[in-house]
């Protein structure tokens, strides 16, 4: 795993831990971590990430609306 330093302005009031949330949430809603992924990067356990999701307001079923109709077919 790679390391990143980010500069934020000062009036920012946000925090390392918070900026870790919506940058690991972000990316798992595009689908490019797992939520195993995404909790490493964030420092959370999935539990504990999983349960923070919604205040991102990022789902925690994360799929395409797309693949709806196929997952009825095949129900």
């Given at each position: 795993m ?16 918070h ?16 939520l ?6 964030a ?33």
């Amino acid at each position: 795993m790679r390391t990143l330093t980010l500069t934020v302005p000062d009036t920012l009031e946000v925090d390392d831990r918070h900026l870790a949330l919506l940058v690991a949430s972000r990316l798992y809603e595009e689908g490019r971590l797992s939520l195993g992924q995404a909790a490493e990067t964030a420092g959370l356990t999935k539990r504990a990430f999983a349960e923070l999701l919604d205040d991102c307001q990022v789902s925690l079923f994360n799929f395409p609306a797309a693949d709806l109709p196929r997952d009825i077919a095949n129900a």
